[in-house]
């Protein structure tokens, strides 16, 4: 046979192993408004830039009938390409095929593709879509499992691995996106759960549908699984695409620089923070006010709103904004707040992203509940994760700033290379009702009128604790600035902290509270 004839042949059995498990079987995936694992590649690539590997890769299964059955690329499409023309690893489960579930020549094409990525650094990108450990393959679909965890380990903080949920994602299956940093859900279409509805209804007798279990609004809202939230398959890839704009491909670069654009002139910081320190705003306006062309990527923003985490660009520049949100919960810190923060920040250091933290909070949140659901361990992760950060780290404290909130929220007691306060910033150990009630108690007590001597006591406080002068006294905080002035002082402590070199104590490593 002469080179053409064989090219000819290569290139039939191509598109026929391209077509994964059949026409009916994308018939299928389509009427459910999924793409198929090939066309969710193509969507996230650049044009013409796919390169596939190891297309011919046969399972290896000689179990419950599987010796004859064919499974085209076993499931599972890998190989590189280019976003921006910039080069990414990327993997995509076939549902058409076997349900996309995990064997051992499934698991081992996923792993030859994140090894490449961790060796090239190179960011990961998997599409998720499947059943789960293949049943006829027993241990060594486990066993590819475990090769994949601790591969996402390996590469955790080195390349940025994104997970995109886009269909089934069952059983053990789940704890792979679980240890990378980015997971995108859609509406509808992704389903992640450990243990299904029928396995639920036998064991514990109850009633549940897979949307209700682990949909993407219940991941996105509730669980916090998810960062990103899409309603169809293309706004999902586009989400993907413009966090790729914000993020370095490793980390031993910082992220691409943008031309600077000013903030729309719709967003005017001081006319959005409201004097009275009980009157809500949103932050989101204030970062808009700040952010380059008012460009804010949020990151997890249905889950724990009192805190508003996301990317935005200063001068051009990446920055990762840290916010308490007033408008949720006066912007408490607890125990979903917490996490989500502290894992944000450890994102940002990991790959030289500086953070801004947008301060204005109460404190953490009281209560038997959150005390009973760890709200200790939970708020310890932020100081950790500020403490440990050697990023440049800059706080404008907006309002309020009580109590471990204070401390918590990037001060400079953790480190902080800059904090600025504006004008009608209050820090204080308390809020001054509370404060005011414990410390002058007697004497309100014994007054002829204790509610008037009450909103005097208050006033003292106020005039002599719940500003930001005596902070500043101490050089505790840097600056008192106008707030007109917030993105000019900002990009003058980014431009200054270039170069910042910082380090922290030689050791394995330290024991964060997970
Ligand atoms: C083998 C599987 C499979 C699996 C699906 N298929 N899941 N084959 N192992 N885990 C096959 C089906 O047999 C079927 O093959 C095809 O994929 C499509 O599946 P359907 O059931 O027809 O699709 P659908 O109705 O859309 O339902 C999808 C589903 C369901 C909800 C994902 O298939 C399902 O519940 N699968 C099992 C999920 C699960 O419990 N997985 C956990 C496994 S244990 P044919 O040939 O008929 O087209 C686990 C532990 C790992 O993962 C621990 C690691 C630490």
Not at 348 to 374: K, R
Request: net charge negative; charged share 25%; hydrophobic share 40%.
């Amino acid at each position: 046979m002469s080179l053409k004839q064989k090219t000819r042949e290569l290139l039939k059995k191509r598109e026929e192993v391209q077509l994964g498990g059949g026409e009916a079987a994308i018939e299928k995936q389509k009427s459910i408004g999924k793409l198929t694992a090939r066309e969710r590649i193509l969507g996230l690539l650049d044009e013409d830039s796919f390169q596939e590997y190891d297309l011919f890769v046969q399972h290896d299964a000689r179990d419950f009938g599987m010796e004859s059955k064919q499974l085209h690329g076993d499931g599972v499409i890998i190989g590189t390409g280019t976003i921006y023309g910039s080069p990414v690893c990327v993997f995509a489960q076939d549902f058409t095929v076997a349900g996309g579930s995990l064997g051992n020549m499934h698991a081992r094409k996923i792993t030859k593709i994140m090894d490449h990525a961790l060796k090239m650094r190179v960011p990961l990108i998997g599409i998720n879509d499947s059943g789960g450990a293949r049943i006829q393959e027993g241990v060594n679909s486990l066993a590819g499992y475990g090769e994949i965890f601790f591969r996402n380990t390996l590469s955790s903080g080195v390349i940025p691995q994104i997970s995109v949920i886009l269909g089934p994602c069952a059983g053990g299956a789940v704890y792979s996106p679980a240890l990378t940093d980015f997971v995108f859900v859609v509406d509808k279409i992704s389903k992640m759960f450990i243990t299904g509805p029928e396995v639920i209804k036998t064991v514990l007798g109850e009633e549940i549908s897979m949307e209700d279990l682990g949909g993407a609004r219940i991941h996105s809202e509730v669980t916090g699984n998810a960062h990103f939230f899409a309603e169809s398959e293309e706004e999902c890839l586009a989400q993907i695409k413009k966090l790729c704009t914000f993020i370095p491909w490793n980390n031993g670069q910082k992220a691409r620089a943008f031309p600077p654009k000013e903030p729309k002139a719709d967003y005017v910081v001081e006319n959005i923070v409201p004097s009275d320190p009980t009157q809500p705003y949103d932050v989101r306006d204030v970062i808009k006010g700040i952010a380059d062309d008012s460009d804010f990527f949020e990151v997890q923003a249905d889950f724990a709103k009192n805190a508003v985490i996301g990317f935005g660009r200063i001068n051009g520049e990446t920055v990762g904004f840290v916010c308490n949100q007033p408008l949720v919960m006066a912007g408490v810190l607890d125990c979903d707040s917490s996490d989500k923060i502290a894992r944000f920040i450890r994102y940002c250091d990991a790959f030289n992203i500086p953070i801004i933290t947008l301060e204005d909070l109460p404190g953490y949140l009281p209560g038997a509940d959150q005390e009973h659901a760890g709200v200790i361990r939970h708020g310890a992760k932020i100081l950790y994760a500020y403490s440990e950060a050697t990023v440049p780290k800059i706080t404008v404290i907006l309002r309020k700033a009580y109590g471990g909130g204070y401390i918590a929220m990037n001060s400079r007691h953790l480190r902080a290379d800059f904090v600025f306060a504006w004008p009608g910033a209050e820090i204080a150990v308390m809020g001054p009702e509370g404060a005011a009630n414990i410390i002058f108690r007697k004497e309100i007590m014994s007054a002829e009128d204790p509610e008037a001597m009450r909103k005097l006591k208050v006033e003292e406080y106020k005039e002599k604790f719940a500003n930001p002068y005596v902070a500043a006294s101490k050089g505790y905080i840097d600056s008192v600035i106008d707030p007109s002035e917030t993105r000019k002082t900002l990009i003058h402590a980014i431009d200054i902290s270039k170069n910042k070199k910082d380090g922290r104590p030689k050791k394995k490593h330290g024991i964060p509270p997970f």
